[in-house]
């Protein structure tokens, strides 16, 4: 899903939302300082495999994923990162890496970090690492419907 196709995507949806352009930048804490959003606000997506299927993990970028909780919470006996190799064919359109929080966009469950859903407004990656799209949790928690977990620290 590129860029275009994420924004007609929220356009359609009636979403209220702003991109935000900034130079290039390749981790969560750079996409933020680059684009001026507090890290707590800028939603990281991490691709887990839970019993060998894969699902997105969004926390704030300034946290990290606590396997064991994921993995108690979830109910699944196995828990791990999912390699590039295993998850980019499941993103064409987005560069690796970049790829935005909406996994009922490409048939993915998303647990959501608790810490993350307090926040009135969220920001991610768009498809590219030099975009990203801040938007109110709310629509965001309206459109995926999310698992919120505590899994994050």
């Given at each position: ?105 490409y048939g993915m469950e998303v647990f959501v970090a608790e810490s993350l859903a307090g926040n009135e407004e969220i920001a991610f990656n768009a498809c590219s690492h030099t975009e990203v799209i801040r938007m109110s949790y709310a629509d965001f928690d ?12």
């Amino acid at each position: 899903m590129a860029v275009a196709k994420l924004k007609e995507y929220l356009d359609r949806e009636g979403v209220k939302y702003a991109a935000v352009s900034h130079s290039p930048a390749y981790t969560t804490q750079k996409v933020a300082e680059s684009a001026h959003i507090p890290g707590r606000q800028l939603a990281k997506t991490v691709i887990v495999k839970l019993d060998g299927e894969m699902a997105m993990a969004v926390l704030s970028a300034n946290q990290k994923v606590i396997m064991q909780d994921l993995r108690d919470m979830t109910g699944s006996e196995n828990v791990k990162f999912a390699t590039e190799d295993e998850f980019e064919k499941h993103f064409p359109d987005c560069e690796i890496g970049a790829m935005p929080p909406f996994g009922n966009l490409y048939g993915m469950e998303v647990f959501v970090a608790e810490s993350l859903a307090g926040n009135e407004e969220i920001a991610f990656n768009a498809c590219s690492h030099t975009e990203v799209i801040r938007m109110s949790y709310a629509d965001f928690d309206r459109l995926v419907q999310p698992k919120v977990l505590n899994f994050s620290t």
